[in-house]
């Protein structure tokens, strides 16, 4: 269920990018700059340093995380495609 209801925001998503997007571009040619992007890397580290650090709390067999995720990939992509 929970795949179906992201697969379904990430299909409506898609224009709201998409209008963001263009929204930027007319923002620099009109001179206006955003302030304090981060960069791919801090995003990338603080991830990885977020999951690492609550990964232990869910005891969790591999089998069931394989399940779930499969499960979710399963429900995204009907959420996706029924969307």
């Known amino acids: 269920?929970?795949?179906?209801?992201?697969g379904f925001i990430a299909k409506k998503s898609v224009l709201a990018v998409i209008l963001l997007l263009i929204a930027l571009i007319i923002g620099i040619f009109l001179g206006m700059v955003?302030?304090?992007?981060?960069?791919l890397a801090t995003i990338i580290s603080f991830t990885t340093h977020y999951?690492?650090?609550?990964?232990p709390i869910f005891h969790?067999?591999?089998n069931t995380v394989i399940l779930f995720v499969l499960i979710f990939i399963i429900g995204l992509a009907l959420g996706i495609w029924k969307s």
């Open 1 to 6: 269920m929970d795949g179906y209801i992201f």
């Open 51 to 55: 999951l690492s650090n609550f990964a």
């Open 60 to 62: 969790l067999g591999s």
């Open 34 to 39: 955003l302030i304090g992007v981060p960069s």
